[in-house]
């Protein structure tokens, strides 16, 4: 069998014990990088051989996982952080999956998608973006394609990016306000209301999600 897993987000208490077992139990585990999964798996006290699933590699990458599968190995499918296929290539190896007839089943775990529906009291409907695109004009298409649905957004972002993502909405929408959640689940963990301009500071630091509500909402 192929196991999607969903792995912690940060706090390496927030695994399940459905998810420890299949991790015990799995002949290998692919992982988008190794640092990550070895914290985790150290942490658990299991070790496993590892194979990559990559955004850069994928193909080759699901090539290797269905030629485990076929020579009978378990392979338990891992991320970085969250849940397997969303924001990462575990999306495309459950198209493969798919397409070829393979079995494979999903082991729930967390996900900073619903904590981040969760914790900012977003109520339906809502799309979620998860990353932009890098380049300034597809960004900018990209929301201007969905704010005027006046539905709740969920936007994944990291440092580097996340100062320009709320300038960006202070010029689109200033009239909406938006939540910045920051570390998730991790020592540092932050969330903070206001409008796009309430939200711009001068660096940031950490993982983000930018939660933008429908106009009305989030005061």
């Not at 070790?47 to 590699?57: D, G, N, Q, T």
Request: hydrophobic share 40%; proline share 6%.
């Amino acid at each position: 069998m192929i196991y999607l897993v969903g792995t912690p987000l940060g706090n390496l208490e927030d695994i399940t014990l459905r998810a420890i077992r299949v991790l015990q139990e799995a002949d290998v585990i692919a992982c988008e990088s190794k640092e990550r999964a070895l914290k985790l798996l150290s942490h658990l006290q299991i070790k496993k051989p590892l194979i990559y699933l990559r955004e850069a590699s994928r193909a080759s990458d699901v090539k290797r996982i269905i030629e485990l599968h076929q020579l009978g190995k378990t392979v338990a499918v891992t991320t970085d952080a969250g849940m397997p296929g969303i924001s990462d290539p575990g999306a495309y190896l459950v198209r493969e999956l798919s397409t070829q007839g393979i079995p494979f089943t999903v082991v729930p775990g967390p996900s900073a998608l619903c904590m981040s529906i969760t914790i900012s009291g977003l109520e339906e409907p809502w799309v979620f973006l998860g990353f932009l695109p890098l380049k300034e004009g597809k960004r900018r298409r990209e929301l201007e394609k969905f704010l005027p649905l006046n539905v709740g957004l969920v936007i994944y972002e990291g440092p580097h990016r996340v100062g320009k993502l709320l300038s960006l909405l202070n010029e689109l929408c200033p009239q909406r306000k938006a939540a910045l959640l920051r570390e998730l689940t991790k020592l540092h963990e932050e969330v903070q209301v206001g409008y796009p301009h309430e939200l711009i500071k001068d660096s940031y630091k950490g993982e983000f999600v930018v939660v933008v509500y429908p106009s009305q909402e989030g005061t």
